[in-house]
């Protein structure tokens, strides 16, 4: 008998210590904090274009055995005019809006704003990260935004692996996103022409879709004590909508004056010619990301460059810098430079010509290579951008840490019209654009 | 695509570096990676609403990680 209880109480033993390891294990697992940083951006364009709010809540937890489950809540207010792509002209020029009330005039020699532009729009993100035997660590992830006029939903998987003592580490994520275009007034029809009040033409009540795919493949690779280096390589590619539906072109005659609108039936027809942005409908792209930490005596570098190529002939070039001086007493300040370039896309046009060829027959002069596309979203031009910013930071304890920056962007363009078109003449056909952003971002646990 | 075979030979080449024993650092020379400002994406809000500010202004995006996307902005 005492032989078969022997193992019995033994088992009792275990049974009662591991039942306390595992209290105990539970009273741990309470005891890790919610790990939370927020921040809120302000950004703000001068000469009364967009201003964005943008307050972020990320929230984080360990639940054990290092399982880290993320939350994210983001806001973003828009506010302002944006450009509708019709340039300068040496006379006023009046739009209706996308949702067919109310117009805006745009005065002579300066850039036409849609002022109609005000979105809101909110974003929830879910993660859970995970070990994945001795060497992996797994994430997968969900993310669904909306605005007015936009619904997106992303969902994003990815795997890292520790080799060489953990000074090497190699990951590989996915990352697939479809997104849902409802324009205010509809979606227009791409190269026809800007209507004045309802637009017979745009599609009733219909939207349109988006696809894209996304895969990285990182290798971070610990260089030596002072010294972290990380290569990134991504592919995209996305399908379907690809147009702006609020952006036009001006039509413009040889001389540089507004062209007027060659169809004359109807009363709501504009009176000067504007037609509609047109892009492919797929596009694909690549870049590679270089990016460093070195860490001096006691401040930090940052230096990262990406080179970024697609099939929409964008090229651009990214160098970014920042340098964190600690000054004691747990503070940093720490300035900021980044320098971008990029050249236009194929189908770029700052403003098409009258008696230019359309695919769709519009103003067709029977030339073999009519325009598929045309856009002149100056987002797709040659340009070139400058960011110059300082952020100061202290820390206040245990992953508690506030910080504000105050950055300002700068984006060039050389764009211009040929000096035979004289109406033109004088007028900044491409405006810089300048923007202050201030951010303050205060993390802390709970 | 040529490029993207070339940043595929790259990513192999960094990988096969590594392998070297001169790289890298023991466990007991991990204090300076192991502080908030040497991890790749110290701050991720600020990345976050940098990406989705130049996704809005510029034609790139991506490259740190799945950058931009989930906005109507561009």
């Known amino acids: 008998m005492q032989l078969i209880n022997k193992p019995n109480s033994v088992r009792l033993a275990l049974a009662a210590a591991s039942s306390s390891l595992l209290a105990g294990a539970a009273h741990a697992e309470e005891k890790t904090p919610w790990l939370v940083d927020s921040a809120l951006a302000v950004y703000s364009e001068s000469d009364s274009r967009v201003t964005a709010v943008e307050p972020i809540v990320a929230l984080r937890k360990d639940m054990g055995g290092d399982r880290m489950l993320g939350l994210k809540l983001t806001l973003d207010s828009l506010t302002g005019a944006s450009p509708n792509g019709a340039i300068a002209a040496n006379e006023a020029q009046t739009f209706t809006g996308p949702s067919g009330n109310g117009s805006y005039t745009a005065p002579k020699g300066e850039t036409p704003l849609d002022t109609e532009f005000k979105d809101t729009r909110a974003a929830v993100a879910i993660s859970w990260e995970q070990p994945w035997g001795e060497r992996n660590r797994v994430s997968v992830g969900g993310n669904i935004s909306r605005e007015y006029d936009f619904t997106s939903a992303a969902l994003s998987a990815a795997i890292a692996r520790d080799f060489n003592n953990k000074n090497t580490t190699l990951s590989f994520g996915v990352n697939v996103e479809t997104d849902i275009i409802d324009a205010v007034g509809g979606i227009p029809d791409p190269l026809t022409s800007l209507k004045v009040g309802p637009n017979p033409d745009h599609k009733d009540g219909g939207s349109e879709n988006k696809t894209v795919s996304d895969l990285l493949l990182g290798v971070t690779q610990v260089m030596n004590r002072h010294w972290l280096t990380q290569l990134n390589l991504s592919v995209g590619t996305s399908s379907g909508y690809h147009s702006d539906p609020y952006k036009v072109l001006s039509v413009l005659n040889t001389d540089g004056s507004l062209s007027t609108n060659p169809a004359t039936s109807g009363p709501d027809l504009n009176s000067k010619w504007y037609l509609y942005d047109s892009r492919p409908d797929s596009r694909s792209r690549q870049s590679l990301y270089w990016g460093n930490k070195i860490h001096l005596t006691e401040d930090v570098i940052d230096v990262s460059y990406r080179y970024y190529t697609d099939d929409w002939g964008i090229d651009s070039h990214t160098l970014d810098f920042r340098y964190r001086y600690e000054f004691g007493g747990n503070m940093y300040l720490e300035p900021h430079v980044r320098w971008y370039s990029q050249t236009a896309a194929d189908f770029y046009h700052l403003y098409l010509n009258k008696g230019v060829a359309l695919d769709n027959g519009v103003n067709s002069s029977g030339a073999a290579s009519a325009l598929d596309y045309a856009s002149a979203d100056s987002r797709l031009g040659e340009f070139t951008g400058t960011t110059f910013g300082l952020k100061y930071g202290i820390e206040l304890g245990r992953n508690t840490e506030f910080n504000i920056r105050v950055e300002q962007y700068q984006q060039t363009s050389n764009a211009g019209a040929p000096a035979s078109m004289t109406a033109l003449k004088g007028l900044d056909l491409s405006p810089d654009l300048t923007a202050m952003t201030v951010l303050v971002g205060y993390s802390f646990e709970f | ?74």
């Open chain 2, 1 to 74: 695509m040529s490029i993207t075979l070339k940043c595929c030979a790259l990513l192999v080449g960094i990988s096969l570096l590594s392998g070297c024993s001169s790289l890298g650092v023991k466990p007991w020379e991990r204090d300076l990676m192991a502080k908030k400002s040497m991890q790749p994406n110290s701050y991720p809000l600020e990345s976050a609403i940098d990406d989705h500010t130049y996704f809005s202004k510029e034609a790139s995006a991506g490259g740190r990680g799945f950058g931009g996307g989930g906005c109507g902005c561009n």
